[in-house]
């Protein structure tokens, strides 16, 4: 660049010194070649510097004028070596978080989602709440009491080996279904009574594609006068529908369960092939959803009822189960993985 000789304008030579200060300024790639800008444009014998020494040629009446922009220029420039400095300062700070890699894309963020056994247990609830069943929770931590005897089910029964139940010490243990929450609710409270009672059951069963030594469980109660077998049914029929669809048929096989008489396990018609026959179903076209019953008069003596008046009917499932049937998960382990692929799924 050259300098302004003495037929020039000085304010045009300061422009120009300027405009190239400011791009060696922004340009500099560290502190020893900005150093070198400033030297270069602010230092001494500086090209600023030797601009200015012409102000002496300028008319008197125009020096004013020239000395402000001269000043203004210098301003600028500091100013700009001073955000340069910063810059390159932030740029050589090492990261905050050991082992960050600033080289890496952007992940977007992730929205967590409801748990799909958490979205059918608050539906079974819903359901349920509009035949007038209300939550119920009681411990995970129950006594062989409450979780066999009060329930007709012997200390010697199958159900109540080593086998099946996690014992701890002093005659505790996990509970192995949410029966233990019934019984404790009919205790404390005289009918009519009309529970859902969800949580976590423990059983020494293996794991599975199919099996979880923890899983949730939603087991269901209702006692009054006059409760029959024709009531039980249409509350399950309407639970089905209302859940599976109005075309989804149920079928009740007999079966066999210490706390309740008759007994019955409820399938419903497969919901993949429509009944015709499929491997979801083991070629048979209904599913298995749920075990229930007439509560046993046992049951309502050992918890102070008078079994003469008060009938009612339970019954229990196993949500984890019927996610995997709704939104045809193959493997029950994925439930409770941290696989936030299939979680991403409910957001």
């Known amino acids: 660049m050259s300098l302004r000789d003495e037929q020039g304008d000085l304010r045009e030579t300061l422009e120009s010194i300027r405009i190239e200060a400011l791009e060696a300024i922004q340009?500099?790639?560290?502190s020893e070649s900005l150093e070198e800008v400033r030297i270069r444009f602010l230092g001494r014998n500086g090209l600023l510097s030797r601009a200015l020494s012409g102000l002496r040629d300028v008319p008197a009446e125009k020096r004013p004028q020239a000395g402000k922009k001269a000043n203004q220029v210098k301003q600028t420039l500091e100013t700009a070596l001073e955000r340069r400095v910063d810059e390159l300062a932030a740029l050589s700070k090492p990261a905050q978080t050991a082992g960050s890699d600033l080289t890496l894309p952007g992940r977007r963020q992730w929205r967590g989602g409801v748990h799909p056994v958490t979205l059918v247990i608050d539906e079974i609830c819903e359901i349920f709440g509009e035949l007038g069943f209300t939550r119920a929770a009681g411990p995970e931590v129950e006594t062989d009491w409450h979780n066999f005897t009060a329930l007709n089910i012997p200390l010697d029964h199958p159900a109540a080996d080593m086998h099946d139940t996690f014992y701890l010490d002093d005659g505790l243990l996990l509970r192995t279904h949410t029966s233990p929450v019934q019984a404790r609710v009919m205790m404390e409270h005289e009918p009519p009574v009309r529970i859902l009672a969800?949580?976590?059951v423990f059983r020494r069963d293996p794991y599975d594609a199919?099996?979880?030594?923890?899983f949730e469980q939603v087991e269901g109660l209702a006692v009054d006068e006059g409760i029959d077998f024709i009531e039980f049914r249409a509350a399950i029929d309407y639970f089905v529908h209302r859940f599976f669809g109005p075309s989804t048929r149920?079928?009740?096989?007999?079966s066999y369960f210490p706390f309740t008489e008759p007994s019955a396990e409820v399938d419903v018609s497969c919901i993949i092939c429509e009944g015709s026959g499929c491997a979801a179903c083991k070629?048979?076209?209904w599913i298995e959803i749920m075990g229930s019953g007439m509560v046993n008069p046992a049951v309502f003596e050992a918890v102070g009822y008078d079994s003469e008046r008060y009938t009612g009917y339970a019954f229990g499932?196993?949500?984890?189960r019927i996610a995997m049937l709704r939104y045809r998960i193959p493997d029950i382990r994925l439930l409770y993985e941290a696989d936030v692929g299939l979680l991403e799924q409910f957001a």
């Open 27 to 30: 340009g500099a790639a560290d």
């Open 198 to 200: 969800p949580g976590m």
């Open 210 to 214: 199919s099996h979880a030594p923890a």
């Open 250 to 254: 149920t079928r009740f096989r007999p």
């Open 283 to 285: 070629r048979t076209g």
């Open 317 to 320: 499932m196993g949500p984890a």
